[in-house]
């Protein structure tokens, strides 16, 4: 009975991924592997003196966000002033996190993208299917940048230069989640946009 279900789960967690849109992107993308016994652990991003100060900025964004919601209700012109300066505002802290710490050549890849996952070209060989890597991607225009706990679901050797490494995401925050669907929905914009260049890498299928 228990394999059945777990046949059942497995089956649902593949339909969904299959329903992801993915993208195929140059992203930012800052890769650690993690070790067994913290396979849940964003530590690898949180060693920099900004860390409580970016929490507080979250938290404190979170709030005028909520405050804006309800404001809509008795003044939605003020309501959306304050909403263009707080947008003013969160690109000004992004463009500014990015100048403080910009990544290096390396840390740039042409990648595959969705909400469920992530496959990406790597130089590294110890990589292998199972294990959990700490990904922090950056994704412009916009410098957006979520931070997930993937798996490796896949291991394909393209030549003797690398491999293509496929992921699916075991822990992605609602942020950064509502992030991530931003950025492709803003990609399928700005494809639509040129009719007369062929879109690469898109279908409704996952990253995976």
Do not use: C
Request: charge should be neutral.
């Amino acid at each position: 009975m228990t394999q059945r279900n777990d046949d059942s789960a497995n089956a649902k967690k593949q339909r969904e991924r299959r329903n992801y849109f993915r993208i195929n992107d140059r992203i930012g993308l800052e890769v650690h592997k993690l070790p067994p016994s913290t396979q849940d652990d964003f530590s690898a991003f949180e060693n920099t003196p900004f860390t409580s100060l970016q929490a507080e900025f979250k938290r404190l964004d979170q709030d005028i966000r909520t405050q804006l919601a309800g404001l809509s209700e008795r003044d939605r012109a003020l309501q959306s002033l304050l909403k263009a300066f707080n947008s003013k505002l969160d690109i000004l802290a992004r463009i500014m996190a990015f100048e403080q710490n910009p990544l290096q050549p390396e840390h740039w890849h042409q990648a595959t993208l969705s909400e469920g996952g992530v496959a990406f070209f790597s130089n590294d060989e110890s990589l292998q299917v199972g294990d959990h890597i700490a990904m922090r991607l950056t994704l412009p225009p916009e410098l957006f940048q979520p931070r997930a706990i993937g798996e490796v679901v896949g291991v394909n050797t393209e030549d003797r230069d690398g491999t293509w490494i496929h992921t699916r995401f075991v822990r992605l925050e609602d942020s950064d989640r509502q992030q991530l669907a931003r950025h492709i929905m803003r990609w399928q914009i700005r494809q639509r946009q040129q009719p007369n260049t062929e879109t690469v890498g898109a279908n409704v299928q996952s990253a995976n």
